[in-house]
């Protein structure tokens, strides 16, 4: 089963043991991302952070930022790499999906209305959709205006696939937007910075849940 309430964006300088530490407080996904950066290093990277988040939990899934070649390649290898997530200008999730088998995870970035009502013809073929910005933020600047919390309701509402709210979130974030509907919260700075990735994944999924009840 796919756990988004917790989701993992690795960052520059990230290491396995960050990986790994934010699976053992409860992180559900890592997505390794870390930009700029070659085919051979992401592919490098990618193995050693899937081996690291296997060992804590085997049920956790770890996806390759846009690199469908690259997650094809470490699938074929044997490591335990459970698919990738494209932006708007990767590869279709259709070729996608023909690439990496019935088994991957597929995830979409999007972020406004059209492009949420966009995703939705391929909701037989993508997992879920991340979707932000929530705020303006220092690691990708995607050129889209960020949602904040009213701009997640009619976006869950109109979504056919799980949302993940991505964008400057942090563990304080974590009970509003529950309550917006969304289906996870992607963190990278929070988690990549905490003293305690662990105990900062435990506080979010804690809060993440007060705002869902």
Excluded: W
Excluded at 11 to 17: D, L, R
Excluded at 178 to 197: E, H, K, S, Y
């Amino acid at each position: 089963m796919l756990d988004l309430r917790c989701y993992f964006v690795t960052g520059t300088n990230m290491t396995p043991e960050i990986a790994a530490a934010a699976v053992r407080g409860g992180a559900g996904v890592v997505q390794v991302r870390s930009k700029p950066i070659s085919a051979r290093t992401l592919y490098d990277l990618g193995a050693r952070v899937a081996e690291a988040v296997h060992e804590v939990n085997p049920r956790a899934h770890v996806l390759i930022d846009d690199r469908v070649d690259v997650a094809l390649a470490l699938r074929c290898a044997g490591a335990p790499v459970h698919g990738v997530h494209i932006g708007q200008d990767d590869l279709c999730p259709r070729a996608a999906r023909e690439l990496l088998g019935p088994d991957a995870i597929i995830g979409l970035t999007t972020g406004t209305l059209e492009l949420i009502r966009d995703a939705n013809q391929y909701a037989d073929v993508l997992d879920y959709v991340g979707c932000g910005p929530f705020r303006a933020t220092p690691t990708k600047d995607s050129g889209r205006t960020p949602l904040g919390l009213e701009g997640y309701p009619e976006i869950v509402a109109d979504s056919q696939l799980p949302v993940v709210a991505i964008g400057d979130v942090t563990v304080d974030d974590a009970a509003e937007l529950a309550a917006t509907g969304v289906d996870g919260l992607a963190v990278v700075r929070g988690i990549m910075n905490a003293p305690d990735p662990a105990a900062y994944c435990e506080r979010l999924l804690s809060e993440f849940e007060k705002g869902r009840a």
